[in-house]
């Protein structure tokens, strides 16, 4: 899930399966990566987000209150390795399903009221996502996202998902129910979830 940069805010990443392989890095492609056409160390997770000194090369920072919800990530960190929850944000046993994440949003109050860069120590915004990827932004001494609140629904968006078969029902329901918040209703287009 890509938030290039250039302000891009406001977005709801929900009800997404993610795996991404180790060799999806930047040594994997001939026009990605350092700058300069340098080779990043490190491998891509699944969130990548424009920070910094990196990103104001292009179209500047990712925006404001970018959501992530009832997304399913995992990572195969080394070559031939098992693939691992993205954790802050992805835990397997549904302890973190109800966690609404808002990337690029202050945590002065539980809902926010305003966009704050990615940052670590003294608030100094991070220069590049790469190496920061499994950093919790919601938890001091880092700032720039906020994860106080928590919503039992399936989705923030659709309306109904009782129709839904197969992954999305299976790893979003909570408790066995298939209700939503949103007024949205569901459609199913190839393989695909959409709205």
Known sequence: MNLHGGWEGFNLFELNYVSVPYSHRSGSCSSCGGEGGDQEPGTWY??????????SKWSGASGPRNIFYRNYMIKQQVDGG????????????????????????DSQS????????????????????QGHELVDFSQS????????????????????????????ATYSGVAGNSYCRGDVDLRVVGYYFAS
């Open 46 to 55: 699944p969130i990548w987000w424009g920070a910094g000194e990196k990103a």
């Open 141 to 168: 001494p880092a700032y720039g996202a906020n994860s106080f609140m928590e919503d039992p629904h399936t989705s923030l968006f659709l309306k109904d998902v009782s129709a839904a078969t197969g992954t999305v």
């Open 110 to 129: 539980p809902a926010g009221i305003r966009y704050t860069h990615l940052s670590v120590e003294d608030r100094a915004p991070i220069k590049d996502w």
């Open 82 to 105: 098992e693939y691992v929850e993205y954790r802050p944000y992805f835990a397997r046993d549904g302890s973190l399903s109800s966690k609404i994440w808002q990337l690029g949003w």
